[in-house]
């Protein structure tokens, strides 16, 4: 079953090739089974693979399989080959297996475009980049998906390009992600200059040799890598890219929220964590990344209006947490966290389309309501993604992922107070604004006529996932209810296990777990009692000059787009205009310039005339023969 | 002659008898189709016939020509490339040529002959031979369309110039030989090699060869004709000067030098160094403005043989065959885009006029949108951008260059690179722009044969095929070598 590898990553980019190549005269209908056949064939593999990987692993826990050498020249030597262990097999699952359900959705959603089939060439694209990405065996080709990703990004945010809008949010998300990439490929750089080879596996071996803990060149390795990490998975200071990214169809941001892009960060970090124990600054910076993205943008979601964007500020305030997972060393919540975050995040989104959809494009909540009856199934199941994102205790597969991060924030050893209280007062922000969404949403008055009832192709995606998440977080257990470590123990062969350190204090654990668990419902019921019950009481305050200021701030997301503005672009297109002819510019002006003189000065060799050319050649031959002489 | 000699020389008899078939045929029964199809088979033929010729053990045949796995290599390089130029003929002379198409095959026979003794020669004589061979065919199949006076114009200057590149060739050779009483390169070489420091009479003799070796290469200050040429002569004609003819020439340059170390003899470096620099620079500056297609991918072709002689100074012999690998590899993925390059100009020609300035390609994409990615992917390879077979060549040619620390020239490459750019990227932002109406009406859309279609596509999946998996090409070419 293994030999079957290749296939996973190849089938989406064979799908692209198609759509790419016959998509208008494919039609809608095939243009649609080859976009979601190839990417369920492929999720339908990595199953297969992933149960023999669980009944019998493979040699050493990883699967490596070398297709052929691009390049071999001295020490630089360049494999086509991906590398199946624990970790990359549950992003394979997760990218394959909610891919899938987000391009079956998508069949439904996207019935009316005129540019259907672009849209899975884009999709599929996405999907082999990504695969691309977390099955690299080397850093090249991880890089490769890596840029893969950023373009396909780009072209599905802009992918209504006809409006100038979605084309700025499409080069914002770009430009923003680039200067993230720029830092992760010096970071690169400075892995192969260290250890002269590409091969992850074979850093990863090297380096504990090479440098010692806190060595400067480590340090500094792993805070470029971050960098492009931070631009990818949009966290502090990059994640004003996300937002606007809303600007993509609605299956786009599933996409981009749950199975892919967002996440590269996380697994780049996951993938390198042998260099990262060996710089613990770098660590805590992780840590300290996640902690304060969290909090911010979980303040920035409690304002929004547009349904998309209160997601999208989840997605940025989710990733925060496996982010400070990462930072704290719990390598295996985090993973956890991600995988019950995209069958989630994927499910929300999904549930956001088909209520958009449902509403004549209509996205901001406030004009919405009511829609619990219209819409019974997007309801219920958006009612438990959003349960699942506020992590109601118990029931939800959230509580399960998320409270194992908020304990490690905690008790692991890169863990303190402050961390663990921040993600706890995460928590209870996240409980406040998904259920102020559902809220505003479902309940109360029904103000726009439901003009698109989903058909099965839009119910079956959301019922799966909902499934997943409600019941996905039961195949790891905390240490208080159990302690049933089936995911942890899976992953132990690709990243180090922690839950020795962690669960010796059991009494500090319950407090913690029931203090998350009380905080989330009290979240939910204040939410309730502040939009539905008596929503004056958020008006009231809102019109007050602070309260309208707070909530302009928090709309803003606290304001970075303002700041960003006045201390990069405005500066920028200030030195920009002002040093138009500056000398610098004049070198460039001077270039073209000099390229030109030369063009016309060999053009004017080339006469036509043959007594010229044997003239050229005499003089070539005399000069020649000069050098000989001379030397 | 013994028979297995015969046997190996297999391939090269079998080009030989084609022609000569050819030419009974036309005698009998004058067709075009009848007379591509037999030169299509005699070719496949002689293909057919390397890997016997492999297997036989003995290598030289008498003093002049040797059939190694060199050899072969270029035999089949030289045989699979002109067949890709005559199926596209087909189409090309029945739409631009009224008069007898038939002896067209006859002379790219003959020519394809002449660059293959090339590539086995091992002595002056042969080389000769093969030269004249090449040489001859060539004069009149430039001229082919006889109707055309750019036609005329180009088969005759290139007649009056190669009789004078050959004179300076033979005359080297004549300077040599009086100098050493050999003709023969192995014998020639050591020679040279043993003698402490080579004399005056005989440096200058190898000097003017290098003046017939740099003609026929098209390099900068011997390159003058190419452009008129290229212009002048059917495309498919340019594609067989730009690909073929050159590649023989090559050959034996590498073979020539190959028991000889360029890079210790300080004139010769110097001279080679010298000619491929002019090349890099002229030939991308010259191309910069150029709205001619066939003209620009002329220049193009001299930048190109400036970068290849890069890696020819980086390693020539036995101890070091880097170079000449990377040269090969990119003499390999060169045939593939120059000739998929000039089979689409030829595609877009019309019965009166050839598809030559670079507004002819305007909005081709929204037309032909597979023509145009073909032409593109070719674009993108001559301007070598990764996952194309131009990328990993000229990867090999610079990491041979800086192997050898020949800095100052893989400096220069790099430049040029970056000049290159511009040019090849000019056609495809032309291709891709949106065209004007009245453009449509221009422009009648030529239709592409099933044969033309195919063999543009089997090279736009080379091209890629050989950018993204080159180990199996660079494997061949390094046996292939190792036997210099």
């Known amino acids: 079953m293994y030999d079957f590898l290749w296939l996973v990553p190849t089938l989406p980019f064979l799908g692209f090739l198609i759509l790419a190549l016959f998509g208008k005269k494919l039609g809608k209908t095939l243009s649609a089974f080859v976009g979601v056949g190839s990417i369920g064939i492929s999720a339908l593999i990595t199953i297969l693979i992933g149960i023999r990987f669980l009944s019998s692993p493979p040699e050493g826990d990883a699967f490596v399989q070398t297709l052929w050498t691009w390049i071999a020249v001295d020490r630089f030597n360049v494999n086509i080959a991906l590398h199946l262990d624990a970790l990359s097999l549950v992003f394979t699952f997760v990218i394959t297996f909610v891919g899938f359900w987000i391009h079956l959705y998508s069949v439904e959603y996207m019935a009316d475009d005129e540019s259907f089939s672009r849209f899975f060439a884009y999709m599929n694209l996405f999907v082999g980049a990504m695969l691309l990405l977390v099955l690299g065996d080397n850093l090249l080709l991880l890089y490769l998906g890596w840029e893969g990703v950023g373009l396909c990004s780009y072209l599905l945010i802009g992918f209504w390009y006809k409006d100038s809008a979605n084309g700025y949010a499409a080069r914002k998300a770009f430009i923003v992600t680039r200067v993230g990439d720029a830092a992760m490929a010096i970071g690169l750089f400075l892995l192969f200059y260290s250890f002269g080879t590409l091969n992850i596996q074979e850093i990863l071996t090297q380096a ?36 606007d990214a809303m600007a993509g169809p609605t299956p786009t941001s599933a996409l981009i929220h749950a199975a892919t892009m967002v996440t590269a960060g996380v697994y780049l970090i996951a993938r390198m964590h042998g260099i990262y124990e060996l710089a613990p600054v770098s660590m805590f910076v992780v840590a300290i990344v996640g902690a304060a993205t969290l909090l911010i943008a979980g ?88 349960g699942s994102l506020a992590a109601l205790p118990l029931v939800t597969a959230g509580f399960y992922s998320k409270d194992a991060i908020i304990w490690f924030a ?41 003009s698109h009832f989903p058909k099965w192709t839009i119910h079956v995606p959301l019922i799966v996932l909902a499934f997943f998440a409600l019941f996905g977080g039961f195949i790891e257990l905390p240490g208080t209810m159990g302690h049933f470590t089936l995911f942890s123990d899976f992953l132990k062969s690709a990243l180090p296990a922690m839950e020795e350190v962690a669960h010796e204090n059991v009494s500090l654990e319950y407090f913690s777990q029931i203090l998350t668990a009380v905080l989330a419902l009290v979240s939910v019921y204040l939410a309730y009692v502040l939009y539905l019950k008596k929503p004056q009481i958020v008006t009231n305050f809102t019109d007050t000059g602070f309260g309208k200021g707070l909530q302009q701030f928090f709309l803003s997301g606290l304001g970075f787009d303002w700041l960003y503005e006045r201390l990069f672009i405005r500066p920028y297109v200030w030195i920009a205009r002002t040093n138009k002819r500056d000398f610098i510019d004049l070198f460039y002006v001077f270039l073209p310039w000099m390229s030109r003189q030369f063009h016309y000065a060999f053009s004017y060799t080339q006469s036509g005339k043959v007594r010229r050319y044997i003239l050229g050649i005499a003089l070539g031959a005399v000069v020649s023969i000069t050098i000989v002489v001379i030397l | 002659m013994t028979a297995s000699e015969i046997l190996k020389m297999m391939p090269l008899i079998i080009v030989l008898a084609t022609p000569l078939i050819t030419m009974l045929i036309i005698a009998l029964h004058r067709n075009h189709l009848t007379t591509m199809i037999v030169s299509v088979i005699g070719l496949v033929l002689a293909i057919i016939a390397i890997p016997y010729s492999k297997a036989l053990d003995l290598t030289k045949i008498g003093e002049l020509l040797i059939i190694d796995n060199y050899a072969l290599f270029y035999f089949l390089l030289i045989f699979t490339a002109t067949i890709a130029i005559i199926i596209p003929s087909y189409p090309y002379l029945e739409m631009r040529f009224k008069g007898n198409r038939e002896e067209y095959y006859l002379l790219i026979l003959t020519a394809t002959l002449g660059s293959s003794v090339l590539a086995a020669s091992t002595h002056f004589v042969s080389f000769f031979l093969g030269l004249e061979i090449l040489s001859v065919s060539l004069y009149a199949l430039i001229s082919y369309l006889r109707q055309t006076n750019e036609g005329i114009e180009a088969g005759l200057k290139y007649l009056i110039l190669a009789a004078v590149s050959s004179a300076f060739l033979v005359f080297g050779m004549a300077l040599i030989y009086s100098q050493t009483g050999k003709m023969e390169f192995n014998a020639l070489m050591q020679f040279f090699s043993n003698s402490s420091k080579l004399n005056l009479i005989s440096i200058v003799g190898l000097v003017l060869m290098i003046v017939g070796f740099g003609f026929k290469l098209a390099v900068v200050p011997f390159h003058t004709w190419s452009p008129d040429v290229y212009e002048g002569a059917p495309a498919p004609v340019s594609a067989f000067i730009a690909s073929v003819s050159k590649g023989g020439i090559l050959a034996l340059l590498f073979r020539f030098f190959s028991q000889y170390d360029v890079l210790n003899s300080k004139p010769l470096f110097l001279i080679f160094a010298l000619l491929a620099v002019f090349s890099m620079f002229g030939g ?22 400036g970068y290849i002689l890069v890696a020819f100074l980086a390693g020539n012999n036995a101890q070091n065959f880097k170079g000449v690998e990377a040269a090969t590899f990119y003499i390999v993925s060169y045939f593939i885009t120059i000739i998929g390059a000039f089979i689409v100009v030829g595609i877009f020609s019309t019965r009166e006029r050839e598809a030559m300035s670079v507004s002819d390609y305007r909005g081709l994409y929204w037309r032909h949108p597979w023509l145009s990615v073909a032409f593109s992917a070719m674009l993108f390879s001559l301007a070598g951008i990764p996952l194309t077979a131009g990328f990993i060549g000229k990867y090999y040619v610079l990491a041979s260059g800086i192997d050898n620390q020949l800095w100052t020239l893989v400096i220069i490459l790099i430049v040029n690179s970056a000049l290159g750019v511009y040019y090849y990227l000019r056609i495809v932002v032309e291709m891709f722009s949106q065209p004007e109406e009245a453009a449509e009406t221009k422009h009648p859309s030529p239709s592409v044969g099933v044969m033309t279609g195919l063999i543009l596509a089997v090279l736009t999946i080379a091209l890629i095929w050989l950018g993204v998996y080159p180990t199996g090409v660079i494997g061949a070419i390094k046996i292939s070598v190792m036997g210099l």
């Open chain 1, 410 to 450: 905690w008790s692991a050893e890169g863990g303190n107070i402050y961390l663990w209280a921040a993600a706890v007062f995460g928590a209870f922000i996240t409980g406040f604004y998904t259920f102020r969404m559902v809220f505003v949403t479902f309940f109360g008055q029904q103000k726009i006529d439901v």
């Open chain 2, 284 to 305: 991308n500056f010259l191309a910069l403005l150029q709205t001619n297609v066939k003209r620009l991918l002329a220049y193009s072709s001299i930048a190109h043989f």
């Open chain 1, 299 to 386: 303040f920035a979601g409690l304002t929004q209006v547009d349904i998309k964007r209160v997601l999208a500020y989840s997605t940025i305030s989710q990733i925060g947490y496996m982010f400070l997972a990462l930072g704290v060393g719990a390598w295996s919540a985090a993973i956890f966290h991600f995988m019950i975050h995209a069958f989630f995040k994927a499910l929300l989104f999904l549930g956001a389309g088909a209520i958009i959809l449902a509403q004549h494009h209509e996205q901001n909540m406030f004009k919405m309501g009511g829609l619990a009856k219209a819409l019974p199934v997007t309801f219920w199941t958006f009612l438990i993604g959003s």
């Open chain 1, 208 to 243: 504990p040799q090479t440098w010692s803990v806190g060595n400067n060149l480590a340090v500094i390795a792993t805070l470029l890598l971050l960098g492009g990490a931070v631009g990818k998975s949009a966290q502090l200071p990059l994640q004003v890219w996300l937002p």
